[in-house]
């Protein structure tokens, strides 16, 4: 490694950066749960310690409806997000087939098209096709929980599928190989060699899908219908009336939710990274 | 022939497992897209719904209007202002991961990943209590002499809410390419007598151009959709497009103009990125 | 009785390009076999047909008697060792040698004693708790084998099984391979592009080129009587001389002199040939010492090497250079750059190759 700086920027000034960076990242963060125990009735002001805010949120009968609304979504659109995710993940990595390009082309689009543009096509979509149908056959539909969920699978099966593909892309393929010497059938060799191998994989993704889900305000808010607003649509609703010490304990909670989240998947990654290691070391040695 | 026949059950089994994933994202992704495209064509009728008879390009020709015309400029200075923030404080911190030790650069990166899976919106609230009028930042600079600033609901908040979202997306792509970077390199660019800075903009900076137009597409293309942020910081005072096209659909009911901006937005995304791939980036 | 493994014209296209080129090739039972050919010469594709990973384009492949050409590796009676051992990172060393076992349902308590004996057939006992990545190369080497032999094999196929292993590890390996097919008795089919490991393994070699098996024997027949250049100077060094076969047993070599030769049937009288010499079976000596009745030829020496316990020489005539390799030895006479020399040999040194 070299010694000598090849940057006009003295050490010192790149730790003073890193540091600034790091309280830039973390320091709102602590701040909002700091805050989230004032007494004080405006938000941002310290006004000695409280946890009334907390018990405020159980007095509050809508959010808890929102809250579990947005359980549910998150839990529905997650498993079958996954599950189609991990399947064209499988598709795209082992096998050749009529329409992979498409297909790959496809499931590309979700992860880079902007938020509002994929909340106008879900709403459009819903709205053209409740029409189309309500006029053949007299079917009257609204949106609500379902349009919610399908909305975000269309979004999450993509995310999924290129965590899943990573993983898969890292898999020695002669192990399904040995596998079927091994007289697996094809059943066999992906339930008792592929899955457990790709595991790791497919619950990044699904974190990634609980995430991503959670996280979402722009398309839910273009596809819910009364009474199945999401957690985030519902806070965000708040904060545009006005902030509240309500808001902050209903924000931490969300956090809480969230680091739950991070733990999770940073847990996985250092235990693929260990395995990583290990396979590395047991295959070193060969060209 | 055998052989054959087995390529053939392949190629069915490969298609059967993409099927129920491809049929889904025909239907809930493609047929939404092109309705969206189909739509920017239309006219909005004098009621504000919307006639399919009347096929033209009146809603891409009032984006040359004033009033759009602006909202896209501030969107894209705003968002070219956070990418320059994001990418000036961000390379020096990759650089610095990239030579720490292997266990101080675990933590570090966990540190940066942090706050990209913390929720979104809450994030966003935390600025909003942040910048409040008397709140934490305004004490502190009174405190210190300052005088109290008074700065949420302006475009400086919004640039502080997308760089707080986004900096994570320029860290990661630009601490890769750094750590890709052959020290070796960098060695013999001093050793062929190049000063420092020299080293650094013949050197390092070409070496790594693949992380930072990475990091500059994906915190460049999300800050041009942005809605949340701006919503929430710029108090809707300052209008961006994410939150023009929300207005077009939610308030003002102009679906054809709104389907247009959703697609130029979507055009922008799609051909950064494809210049991306073009430029040899791997992946983002 | 059938062969163990029985190829018939079998090719192997990839898209348009052709990996293996109509192979006919008979393995005997219980036999060592080498196929031994450079990266890309499509042995290790044809071992893939056999495990049937890979199915022919066109040909027949029959293992004792039965066509097995069309059907899935889980259906065939062979078990492979992969390359890089391809054991599972997940399961332990016992459940990685029962994986084929369970597969085919085989009895709980039949399990367990077969993978015990798989296990200390190839001294791991102790280790049925291991993770592979626990294990050193050659302990992953012994465990996919036990992995393999468990399943009792009619054929047991080996994809460059010593590849990975260091230099030491690879000859200690050698020994045990060969001592271990010894013990069970199984037709083993390996793949190899070292030429040391195929003489020092197998009963039998095969050598292959472009996707063309070039000749098949035993390693001796394979290196005192290549049929074709390729062979020759894949298995071991030699010189080549040009010239055209005027009779089955004598060459016209390109200075005009007749030399006698082996007698060959694979060529047709009056085609161009190579006469392959080896460096060993070339006498030199000073100019007329040589004995009557010996192909002779005369030059100077350009170099000589001298290597322990041999000298080689380059022997410079008017129309090629040849290496000669005499042992080092005080009763021999050494000879020094710039000498006048003759090279001699007995009609039985040269064979003669295809070019």
């Not at chain 2, 013999?188 to 420092?196: E, F, H, K, N, V």
């Not at chain 3, 590796?73 to 599972?88: D, E, G, S």
Request: with cysteine; net charge neutral; charged share 20%.
């Amino acid at each position: 490694m070299s010694r000598k700086p090849i940057h006009r920027l003295p050490a010192w000034a790149l730790r003073t950066n890193g540091a600034v960076v790091l309280l830039f990242l973390y320091a709102p963060i602590i701040l909002l749960v700091i805050f989230s125990f004032s007494a004080s009735r405006i938000p941002g002001q310290w006004g000695g310690f409280t946890a009334e805010w907390y018990a405020t949120l159980f007095d509050d009968s809508r959010l808890q409806r929102t809250i579990a609304v947005s359980v549910r979504v998150a839990l529905v659109s997650t498993l079958l997000a996954t599950v189609l995710g991990t399947m064209s993940a499988l598709a795209l990595e082992r096998f050749k087939f009529r329409g992979r390009r498409v297909f790959d082309a496809l499931l590309y689009l979700p992860i880079i098209i902007p938020d509002v543009t994929m909340a106008v096509m879900m709403l459009m979509f819903f709205s053209q096709s409740f029409s189309l149908l309500e006029s053949l056959f007299g079917i009257g539909l609204s949106k609500g929980f379902a349009t919610i969920v399908v909305s975000h699978v269309a979004f999450n099966i993509a995310f999924v599928s290129v965590v899943v593909r990573a993983r898969i892309a890292g898999m020695d393929a002669t192990l399904e190989q040995a596998a079927s010497d091994l007289y697996a059938s094809r059943w066999q060799a992906f339930r008792f060699v592929t899955l457990p191998l790709i595991a790791p994989g497919v619950l990044g993704g699904a974190l990634l899908a609980v995430t991503l889900s959670l996280d979402d305000v722009v398309v839910t808010q273009f596809v819910a219908g009364p009474g199945s607003t999401t957690l985030p649509v519902y806070v965000f609703s708040l904060i545009r009336k006005g902030v509240t010490p309500t808001i902050n304990a209903v924000s931490v909670i969300m956090l809480v939710a969230s680091l739950i989240l991070v733990a999770g998947s940073v847990g996985l990654q250092r235990a693929n990274a260990s395995r990583g290691r290990q396979q590395l070391r047991t295959s070193g040695g060969n060209s | 022939m055998a052989e054959a026949k087995r390529e053939r059950t392949e190629r069915r089994r490969g298609f059967l497992l993409a099927l129920p994933s491809f049929a889904y994202m025909v239907l809930f992704f493609a047929i939404p897209l092109i309705i969206v495209l189909v739509y920017s064509f239309a006219t909005r009728t004098s009621t504000g719904s919307t006639s399919l008879s009347d096929w033209n390009f009146d809603a891409y020709r009032k984006l040359g209007e004033p009033i759009v015309r602006n909202v896209v400029v501030r969107s894209v200075i705003l968002a070219l202002v956070t990418t320059v923030i994001c990418l000036v404080v961000a390379y020096p911190f990759a650089w610095f991961c990239a030579h720490q030790r292997q266990t101080v650069r675990n933590v570090l990166l966990v540190a940066v990943m942090i706050p990209f899976w913390t929720n979104f919106l809450v994030r966003n609230y935390a600025w909003r209590i942040l910048l409040s009028e008397g709140g934490p930042i305004s004490s502190f600079t009174e405190a210190i002499g300052l005088g109290e600033t008074d700065i949420l609901f302006t475009k400086l908040a919004v640039v502080i809410g997308l760089v707080y979202a986004y900096l994570p997306f320029m860290i990661l792509p630009l601490y890769a390419s750094i750590d890709r970077l052959d020290r070796r390199l960098v060695e013999a660019g001093r050793d062929l007598y190049g000063s420092g800075p020299q080293t650094f903009r013949r050197v390092v900076l070409p070496l790594t151009m693949p992380g930072i137009i990475a990091g500059s597409i994906l915190v460049f293309v999300p800050s041009m959709g942005a809605y949340v942020t701006p919503e929430l910081l710029g108090g809707g005072k300052e209008t961006l497009l994410g939150s023009y096209i929300v207005t077009q659909f939610l308030t003002a009911r102009n679906w054809p103009v709104g389907a247009s901006l959703s697609f130029v937005l979507m055009a922008v995304m799609l051909v950064s990125t494809v210049v991306y791939f073009r430029s040899g980036g791997k992946n983002l | 009785m059938s062969a163990a493994v029985s190829l018939r014209g079998i090719s192997k296209l990839f898209d348009d390009v052709t990996a293996v080129d109509n192979v006919d090739l008979d393995i005997a039972d219980g036999e060592f076999f080498a196929l031994l050919g450079p990266s890309g010469c499509g042995k290790t594709t044809t071992l893939r047909m056999i495990a049937g990973l890979e199915l022919p384009s066109a040909g027949s492949l029959q293992i004792f008697g039965e066509e097995v050409g069309s059907l899935p590796p889980n259906k065939r009676p062979v078990n492979t060792v992969f390359q890089n051992y391809a054991l599972f990172p997940h399961m332990s060393v016992a459940d990685n040698v029962a994986f084929g076992l369970r597969m085919r349902k085989v009895p709980k308590s039949e399990i367990s004693t077969r993978v015990q004996e798989a296990i200390s057939l190839v001294r791991m006992s102790g280790m049925e708790g291991r993770r592979p990545n626990q294990l050193s190369g050659g302990q992953q080497q012994r465990v996919a084998l036990a992995r393999a032999l468990v399943n009792r094999p009619k054929v047991l196929l080996l994809d460059e099984p010593l590849a990975a292993l260091d230099l030491k590890l690879r000859q200690e390996m050698q020994f045990e391979l060969k001592q271990l097919q010894r013990e069970v008795g199984i037709t083993f089919v390996f793949v190899t592009h070292d030429q040391e490991e195929a003489l020092a393994l197998s009963d039998r070699i095969g050598v292959m080129n472009d996707g063309r098996l070039l000749q098949v024997g035993t390693p001796e027949e394979m290196y005192d009587a290549p049929v074709d250049r390729f062979v020759a100077d894949f298995i071991g060094r030699s010189n080549f001389l040009k010239g055209t076969l005027e009779s089955p047993d004598v060459v016209c070599l390109t200075n005009g002199q007749r030399i006698n030769v082996p007698a060959v049937d694979a060529v047709t009288v009056g085609d161009e040939v190579q006469v392959s010499l080896r460096p060993e079976r070339v006498m030199i000596c000073d100019v007329d010492t040589a004995p009557d009745g010996v192909a002779r030829l005369s030059g100077i020496v350009d170099s000589e090497t001298f290597l322990g316990n041999s000298v080689v020489y380059r022997v410079t005539l008017d129309w090629m250079t040849i290496e000669v390799e005499t042992d080092h030895r005080p009763d021999l006479e050494r000879h020094h750059s710039g000498d006048r020399v003759d090279l001699w040999w007995r009609d039985d040194a040269v064979a003669v190759v295809k070019p």
